[in-house]
């Protein structure tokens, strides 16, 4: 039972045109919100995260948004530059201390100049 | 430079050999994982460990082993149960929630031969 959905798996973009990546979770005590790239052979780094009292969080180009009621979030950025292109994972964790967070399968961005 | 260090970066494997893959951290980390990364599948927990001596299961623990019996180590054991163990494995440690989610190391590739 896949807990964090993104269902598209690859989205290709215009340089300096928005790149807009979608998540969708099932569980509803799932309360803080991470986005991950990750390049070829190389380990994830972290990018943006968002907690559930919130609905937007900034960080220069990138814009997480959370829809608690859609159980959605989307990572916007803006403008796209050739350097994104990668795999973007959303992730979730839940309450109660834990820190496992649990991983959606990715969506692969290409941006062309 | 602090940071996570996994090795080796690529290893083969005859079947129905062991073998051990390393991960030190020096963050100061209590907390470690290990995913899997297979083509299309994102990310899958193995085992994961919140404190030293100790380690839970993660979704797809079957064939593997762990020890946490230092703070900076976490190493993984794919064992000759493990049947299909060609995969990128990532180790990953965290400090704790509202920090930035996890460090990642750079991975370790493994095949089968």
């Known amino acids: 039972d896949q807990q964090v959905k993104q269902n598209s798996p690859s989205l290709s973009v215009q340089e300096g045109r928005i790149s807009i990546l979608n998540c969708d979770y099932t569980n509803s005590m799932f309360d803080y919100f991470l986005w991950y790239k990750k390049y070829p052979a190389e380990g994830p780094t972290f990018l943006i995260s968002?907690?559930?009292?919130?609905d937007k969080n900034e960080d220069g180009r990138f814009t997480v948004f959370l829809n608690k009621s859609a159980k959605h979030l989307s990572l916007h950025i803006v403008p796209s530059q050739p350097g994104d292109s990668a795999v973007y994972f959303c992730a979730a964790s839940v309450r109660g201390g834990s820190e496992k967070l649990v991983f959606g399968k990715g969506t692969k961005l290409t941006v062309n100049p | 430079d602090g940071g996570i260090t996994q090795s080796p970066k690529y290893l083969f494997r005859k079947e129905g050999q062991n073998v051990t893959l390393s991960c030190e951290q020096n963050l100061n980390h209590d907390a470690m994982y290990w995913y899997r990364q297979d083509p299309g599948q994102g990310l899958r927990l193995i085992y994961y460990?919140?404190?030293?001596?100790?380690?839970q299961k993660g979704d797809i623990a079957e064939g593997y082993s762990v020890s946490r019996e230092k703070k900076e180590s976490f190493p993984l054991t794919v064992t000759s149960a493990q049947k299909n163990p060609t995969a990128f494995y990532l180790c990953a440690s965290s400090m704790g929630r509202g920090t930035g989610g996890y460090t990642f190391g750079s991975g370790t590739r493994l095949t089968v031969v």
């Open positions: 968002i907690s559930s009292i919130k």
């Open positions: 460990s919140q404190i030293v001596n100790d380690f």
